[in-house]
């Protein structure tokens, strides 16, 4: 089964796992304590443009990446926006109620979820799990049993789908696939479950076999295939995200978008 798609090495590929993780969680921390929708209107745009630039992914891919953010970003702000309280009413129609200060945190909320969306597909699109587990075994000093045994469980998710997919042919041979009632509904949960959980116990008792005779279970120092280290990647990419969130601040207070500067 095929699950990558098509998409050029850029220098956000090349950071160092470790280094952009804990360069992006703080950013996580920041957004939620930002209350200027001019700054994070500001900073959507500056780390949307470098998401689209330096992904590697085709537009039409990094679009059907966004678009449940996009539906998120419309809802979370739309019932701030129609539902909310505020004193300055512009619309009210039962209970539709648009207030000033309801509009402006709508868009405050709808902005920081599309900021948290925009980083979490940059990481996840840029960063290969293999090289994030070697760079938490050799830079934070996690422990190889836990940092193989999550990429063991990565591993057996695509399994686990082909599978399902195998057993859903296998009973749509024997049109054993549909189910009308509430009893036969249970009946056809039961033949999906019971193959699907057996092919994994067997698998994971494998795999917990396999390590513990390659010794992950002792604390002895291991070698490693891949050496991930810090490079100058790792400083561009912090340099870039200073430059976004200081810019965002400066033409937020020179060039706001809208007055309200706190919607506290």
């Known amino acids: 089964m095929r699950w990558s798609m098509e998409h050029k090495e850029t220098w956000l590929h ?15 921390v920041v957004i939620v304590f930002v209350h200027n929708p001019n700054v994070l209107m500001n900073w959507a745009v500056g780390f949307t443009v470098l998401f689209i630039l330096f992904s590697g992914y085709r537009m039409k891919h990094i679009f059907l990446f966004l678009l449940p953010f996009l539906f998120i970003f419309v809802s979370t702000s739309s019932s701030m926006i129609l539902f909310g309280k505020g004193e300055t009413t512009w619309f009210r129609w039962g209970l539709i ?27 996840a699109l840029t960063t290969k799990p293999v090289l994030l587990f070697y760079s938490l075994m050799q830079q934070v000093k996690l422990k190889p049993k836990y940092a193989y045994s999550f990429l063991a469980a ?8 082909e599978e399902f997919q195998t057993v859903h042919q296998a009973l749509k041979v024997r049109r ?14 039961k033949r999906y479950a019971i193959p699907l959980l057996s092919q994994s116990i067997r698998r994971a ?17 291991r070698t490693f295939y891949y050496e991930v ?22 033409m937020a207070d020179v060039f706001p978008y809208v007055a309200v500067k706190d919607v506290r």
């Open 176 to 189: 054993a696939a549909k189910a009308n009632g509430f009893r036969s509904k249970l009946e056809l949960v």
């Open 229 to 250: 280290k810090l490079g100058k990647y790792d400083v561009y990419l912090f340099v870039v995200i200073c430059m976004i969130v200081a810019v965002g601040y400066y």
């Open 14 to 28: 090349q950071t160092n796992p470790t280094a952009k993780l804990l360069l992006f969680l703080p950013m996580f």
């Open 154 to 161: 990565i591993r057996l998710l695509p399994i686990m789908i």
């Open 97 to 123: 109620h648009i207030t000033e200060e309801s509009f402006y945190r709508g868009v405050h909320l709808g902005f920081r979820a599309l900021l948290f969306a925009i980083f979490g597909l940059m990481f």
């Open 205 to 221: 008792q494998r795999i917990a076999v396999a390590m513990e005779t390659k010794g992950f279970t002792n604390g002895r120092k």
